[in-house]
């Protein structure tokens, strides 16, 4: 029976939904530096705490790969989730690894941190199951703390990744060792379909580099990328780079809910409906290369980019995709007088026919829209 989870939903609604699942021993607030950055980037963020973990119960255990995986398909299903992507470290790679093997429809795209497909010898799981059980998770914080990070690590930080795990139920962390004691995915990875990204950290004694290419390899066109210097909880201590690699591989999700959120689903859905195999390549390459490319790029904010945009389309004379951009701009938050400015200034450098065309359209639908 699946456990109910303890979980956090952050981000924008309609933006495409992204799982984040955590190492062994810790709770969702290990993904703190990256929640900001996807957020903003437009991603709907849902952060879960593994059972035995957090605030997540911990049942009697063991507990077997499938459960965990079976918890999270549970946690999509309630939360009314189709499709997501998973971004999962360690233990969390496991669960995203099990999913996208045995639940390949509910997996959008797949990025494995610090992560293997079979990590033996079963006996070293045992013992420290074993440990946990009989001397608590005291015994066992400082050993795992010290996989964690490169040394020397930050006393504030290693102090709050010891309470962490210090925190985690011995029994739920023990159950969560039989899950990995028993593990063996490495014979089923061909099956899996989703785009992966595999990121492996060059000092990861947990989990060396060569677990992260033996993934990438049996995996049909997988990617690996390996951030230098960092140990098994790389996305703490090299935040910008486990962020910048995550990011860029799930960007292309972005592109059709930006697409809905500057233009509308009327327009959209008009779009799609008159789409055939004709233009579909064509409608993909806009929603990928302009939508998924560029406006999800943060150095601009929508609201410059719907200026740069009409700018542009005035200089072309192109009156329908103008139109289109104007009510796209109001969306984004520039006023009629804004619009204005932007038309009268390109008007200087695109000459006044084309700026007198533009302001005839943006008048036409400026009226319309109020």
Not at 207 to 218: N, R, S
Request: hydrophobic share 45%; net charge negative; charged share 20%.
């Amino acid at each position: 029976m699946a456990t109910e989870l303890h979980h956090e939903v952050h981000g924008p609604v309609g933006g495409p939904v992204v799982v984040l699942s955590g190492s062994l021993g810790s709770d969702l607030t290990m993904w703190d530096p990256q929640l900001e950055p996807l957020v903003a980037a437009g991603f709907r963020v849902v952060r879960v705490d593994t059972r035995g973990h957090g605030r997540s119960p911990a049942p009697p255990g063991p507990y077997s790969l499938a459960d965990l995986g079976g918890d999270l398909v549970a946690l999509l299903d309630r939360l009314a989730v189709d499709r997501a992507s998973i971004v999962g470290l360690s233990l969390g790679g496991m669960v995203g690894l099990w999913l996208a093997i045995h639940e390949p429809a509910r997996v959008e795209r797949l990025v494995l941190c610090c992560t293997s497909a079979a990590l033996g010898p079963p006996s070293r799981w045992a013992r420290r199951a074993a440990t946990a059980r009989e001397s608590g998770m005291d015994a066992l914080a400082d050993a795992i703390v010290g996989r964690w990070l490169v040394e020397p690590a930050d006393e504030a930080l290693t102090a709050r990744l010891r309470a962490m795990v210090t925190s985690t139920s011995a029994s739920g962390y023990a159950s969560c060792c039989a899950a990995i004691e028993t593990m063996d995915l490495a014979g089923d990875l061909r099956s899996i379909t989703a785009p992966t990204l595999v990121v492996s950290a060059s000092r990861d004694q947990a989990t060396p580099p060569e677990h992260g290419l033996a993934i990438t390899t049996a995996v049909p066109g997988a990617r690996l990328a390996v951030v230098d210097g960092v140990a098994h909880l790389g996305n703490v201590q090299a935040p910008g780079e486990f962020t910048g690699l995550i990011i860029d591989h799930l960007r292309p999700l972005l592109g059709p809910a930006v697409r809905r959120a500057v233009l509308g689903d009327e327009h959209v859905d008009r779009a799609v409906a008159a789409t055939t195999e004709f233009t579909r390549p064509f409608q993909d390459h806009i929603t990928d290369a302009a939508w998924g490319a560029v406006w999800t790029r943060p150095g601009l904010d929508r609201r410059t980019r719907s200026a740069i945009t009409l700018a542009a389309l005035v200089a072309l004379h192109a009156p329908e995709a103008l139109a289109m951009h104007v009510k796209a701009a109001l969306r984004n938050g520039l006023s009629p007088a804004e619009i204005a400015e932007v038309l009268l200034h390109t008007g200087v450098y695109a000459g006044v026919p084309a700026a007198n065309r533009a302001f005839a359209v943006a008048n036409r639908v400026l009226q319309d829209e109020a």
